[in-house]
């Protein structure tokens, strides 16, 4: 070894472990933000977020070391297919390649389109049938997030870890909804962008991904309410050189492209064939894998996230 | 799937009971439904979707299996070298196409030119054969209207059921050159001197007995005597109509479009006899609607329209009956209806699959649907005696069992394929490029039927095995990696811990 110092960023222990701490340099001046009115300011200085590679081989390990997860999580993808099918979905399936994807990823495609097909009669009954999807795919995010939390704080994940997932449930919901919103007002505003409507869909996407993916984790290990939750989430994104845009940003295109690129099962059809299944279960484990890599990223950082920006005393106040 | 359970299980009961009797059915649906339309004009396809009423059905056509008997080669023309043929008509011997700058019939039984006459440029919208005091009259409008196709514009080369590439109501930016004209399909000399229109027409002309009716884009509605070309009434919808009207049970029904500053369709019934307004329906829509030309099946009139909804009208109040949207995805263009046994039958699309649909048209249930995954624009179906016909845009045609919804028969080749037209024995349709003109199939002695399930027809244990054979293998797989990955990642960590520190 070269027996110079180390520091040892990104190397989120579990507890038992020695737990990350923050460096211990003397904080900088804050910097003002675009966001700073509303949440903290920006710190300056590196910090403790590991690396993008680290990332997602933190989160391989983390997925694949679990047969709970995999196995559920593929299991799941049958399930979610097989009542779509039932519910009188016609098609396509690549549909379901991003259905283990976050919000706004998965509003795009499965939370939207399959109960847009599925619903017959009013706008209500279509409404009615996005909220459920909605709702369910909130479940399933939440339940995900406690699977990697647990397998990343040393345990094995178990249903143990998918009840504790609940805990987030009002977050991957608002998130959820927040994700159908976007998209929502992104598609009305999407005819007066004309042909910068696919890039402003883009954006969209990673910008919810970048700001709110740490909710879920958050409200989990801190036990926080939902709006604390995403405030924090916001702030540990915006954390400088964390690099956490460019990670959101990749996986955000990667995403969207798998999502409109030709592949098997694009077509309407209800049986999918063998190429088709391993697209989808294969970017299913990817999604997941996401996933976990958020979840490590986070509970790296997790001390080193900035307090929110106390509110000036506006003027005159107290006086009397 | 989507069938309600009353609705599958008396499609079960329909099955058993009636398969025997399904020829009585189908005369009986004759009588009722198509029959009378039929009745006031040739047994010729003599206009959009066959009649009047533009039922789409043939009780005389050919059956698949079906050959290529002859092609046709003729090259777009217009001044951007897109317009292709409108969907073509039947008189007696000869198939008629109307084409950018002329009209031009082919021998039915050879496919040879048989004449041709010069047209003033205009969209090749859908011609009409008439039969006054017992004589064919070709009935076709021309001109632009001052504003011909520019770049960028998109051409009307099909069937009169999609929207023409008018300016929309109001707006000619140059002299008014629209009219429809008529002409004997033996002798080619004009009938009667061509009747101004107001606009641009790319709907397509209808006739019903010795009178014919004909659209504009501005929403003007002319019914004209096919004898003497006298205008006997004409009425504006107030928005452009890109579809022919269909007439029956004493009412013209017109569709008209939604525009940019008033996005919703509308859908007019008038008094055939003197143009008095029967009724309006509007369907509002937060984007432009498109919808396809009515068809009338007896006391109901069926549009289809670009959201991806089929609505039935009573003829005679126009109230909603129903409204059905029977696939998933809005369509950019509603297509037509197709009428047969009790049953409309429609199509959507969207670019790269397109779906046939069997609608119940008392109730407006989705019987069966068939996946074609091809895109079928400018495809109303057609129903050939007892098949379903559907042309798609990749160039096939498919031959459907009316009753069960199995795909009975196929073609495959090159050039979109749209606008079917039975006469008599032969099937003939229109091909764009790279083969662009018309194709006449005849029956196949030698040929076989074949019964394909549509695609969405769920298998669920080969749903399921396929899954397994896939999610056993890879889940083994990622186990191993995990846990060849676990076994290493503490020294992957000092690495990465090494590279981020340099």
Request: hydrophobic share 45%; glycine share 10%; net charge negative.
């Amino acid at each position: 070894m070269s027996g110079k110092k180390r520091r040892r960023s990104g190397s989120y222990r579990p507890p038992g472990g020695a737990a990350p701490s923050p460096r211990e340099a003397p904080e900088p001046a804050p910097r003002r933000g675009l966001l700073d009115t509303l949440f903290a300011p920006r710190t300056g200085g590196p910090t403790s977020m590991p690396g993008g590679v680290r990332s997602w081989v933190r989160g391989i390990v983390t997925v694949f070391g679990s047969p709970w997860i995999v196995g559920t999580g593929l299991v799941l993808i049958l399930v979610i297919w097989i009542g779509a099918v039932l519910a009188g979905f016609k098609g396509p399936f690549a549909l379901l390649a991003n259905a283990l994807s976050i919000p706004p990823i998965s509003t795009l495609s499965v939370d939207a389109t399959i109960p847009f097909s599925v619903a017959s009669g009013s706008g209500l009954s279509v409404l009615a049938a996005i909220f459920a999807t909605l709702a369910f795919r909130a479940v399933v995010y939440a339940a995900f997030t406690g699977a990697v939390v647990d397998q990343l704080e040393g345990g094995a994940a178990s249903h143990w870890s998918l009840l504790r997932g609940l805990r987030a449930l009002p977050v991957t919901l608002a998130a959820s909804l927040a994700g159908f919103m976007i998209l929502t007002i992104g598609q009305q505003l999407a005819p007066l962008l004309g042909g910068l409507a696919l890039f402003a869909l883009l954006a969209a996407v990673v910008l919810g991904t970048y700001l709110f993916a740490f909710a879920p984790v958050i409200a989990l290990t801190e036990d926080v309410g939902v709006l604390s939750a995403i405030s924090r989430s916001v702030r540990a994104a915006r954390m400088p050189r964390s690099g956490n845009l460019a990670f959101a940003a990749l996986y955000a295109t990667a995403s969207v492209v798998l999502l409109f690129a030709p592949k098997p099962g694009g077509l309407l059809g209800v049986n999918p064939s063998v190429v088709a299944w391993l697209v989808v279960l294969v970017t299913s484990l990817f999604h997941l894998v996401f996933q976990a890599a958020l979840a490590f990223r986070y509970l790296c950082v997790a001390d080193e996230v900035p307090e929110p920006a106390a509110r000036p005393q506006p003027a005159g106040r107290g006086r009397r | 799937m989507s069938e309600a359970a009353p609705v599958a299980i008396a499609r079960l009961v329909h099955l058993r009971v009636h398969r025997a009797v399904v020829a009585a059915l189908a005369v009986a649906a004759m009588a009722l439904v198509a029959v009378p339309a039929l009745a006031q004009v040739s047994s010729d396809w003599s206009q959009f979707q066959g009649d009047a009423a533009h039922t789409g059905f043939s009780p005389n056509g050919p059956q698949p299996p079906f050959e290529l008997l002859w092609h046709a080669p003729v090259e777009p023309g217009g001044p951007l070298g897109t317009q292709g043929l409108s969907a073509p008509v039947v008189s007696g011997d000869l198939v008629i196409a109307v084409a950018a700058e002329e009209v031009l019939a082919f021998d039915l039984a050879t496919g040879a030119q048989a004449w041709s006459v010069p047209r003033t440029l205009g969209p090749p919208a859908q011609p009409a054969v008439a039969l006054v005091a017992g004589r064919p009259v070709l009935l076709y409008t021309e001109g632009w209207a001052g504003h011909p196709p520019q770049a960028g514009a998109t051409g009307a080369t099909g069937p009169a059921s999609t929207p023409s590439p008018s300016p929309g109501a109001g707006g000619t930016t140059g002299p008014v050159d629209s009219r429809l004209v008529a002409i004997d399909p033996e002798t080619r000399d004009q009938v009667w001197e061509p009747v101004e229109l107001t606009e641009v027409s790319g709907a397509g002309v209808t006739v019903d007995g010795e009178r014919a009716y004909v659209a504009d884009s501005n929403g003007q509605v002319f019914a004209v005597d096919a004898s003497t070309g006298e205008v006997e009434w004409s009425e504006s919808i107030g928005r452009p109509v890109d579809a022919p009207p269909a007439v029956a049970g004493g009412a013209v029904v017109v569709t008209g479009r939604g525009t940019a500053a008033s996005p919703a369709a509308s859908i007019v019934a008038f008094k055939a006899a003197d143009g008095s307004p029967r009724w309006r329906q509007v369907v509002d829509s937060p984007a432009i609607l498109s919808p396809s030309a009515p068809a009338i099946a007896g006391d109901t009139a069926l549009v289809t329209f670009s959201d991806g909804t089929v609505r039935a009208y009573d003829l005679d109040s126009g109230t909603e009956r129903w409204s059905s949207r029977p696939g998933a995805t809005p369509t950019p263009t509603g297509s037509a209806a197709a009428l047969f046994d009790g049953a409309a039958f429609v199509t959507d699309t969207t670019a790269i699959t397109g779906s046939v649909y069997r609608i119940d048209t008392s109730s407006g249930s989705v019987v069966w649907d068939f996946a074609v995954n091809e895109p079928i624009i400018q495809g109303a179906p057609v129903v050939s005696s007892g098949s379903v016909l559907v042309a798609t845009t990749d160039g096939s045609l498919n031959a459907f069992d009316p009753e069960s919804g199995e795909r009975i028969w196929r073609d495959d080749r090159v050039g979109a394929l749209h606008a079917i037209t039975p006469a008599g024995s032969v099937l003939v349709a229109v091909r764009s490029r790279p083969r662009a003109g018309l194709d006449a199939f005849g029956p196949d002695p030698e040929g076989g039927l074949i019964r394909e399930v549509s695609p969405t027809t769920p298998e669920y244990p080969r749903i399921v095995g396929t899954f397994a054979i896939v999610a056993l293998p890879l889940t083994g797989l990622a186990l191993v990696i995990g846990r060849l990955l676990t076994a290493r990642m503490a020294a992957f960590e000092d690495e990465a811990d090494s590279e981020d520190e340099r």
